[in-house]
């Protein structure tokens, strides 16, 4: 992701590192405001959702994880399988290696070649943020 585009990234690093008071917002056609819950990004297994804990459940073998963001479901992942796990923020890559969370790189999953194959791969909350565009979703 070019350096500039990543400005979800940044924002969760600065968050992480300096300031837990500053409030993220998704705007809906230039009108609606909804802010966003920063610290999910930072979560362990006990406030996921049913659904994920479900997702996590079935999970076996080589994982990988797609847009795995801070690595917040790498260690519940981890009991699992052997995990990989792919963003395309540098930034978000940048706190998961920080935290000790092991296999996660940056990369676009348009363009990820990897050099084995996965028994899973999980993309959780994924939106069309993934593909860029609503016609590449």
Known sequence: MKQKMDFFGKFLYDYWKNDKSSTLFFIENKVKKFPIEVSRYFRGYEAFSELEK????LARGDILDVGCATGYHMVALKRRGNVDAIDVSEHVIKIANEQGIENCFVADI??????????????FE????????????
């Open 126 to 137: 994924n939106n069309i943020g993934l593909a860029g565009t609503i016609s590449k979703t």
């Open 110 to 123: 348009f363009k990820y070649h990897p050099s084995k194959k996965y028994d899973t791969i999980t993309l």
């Open 54 to 57: 479900k997702a996590i459940s």
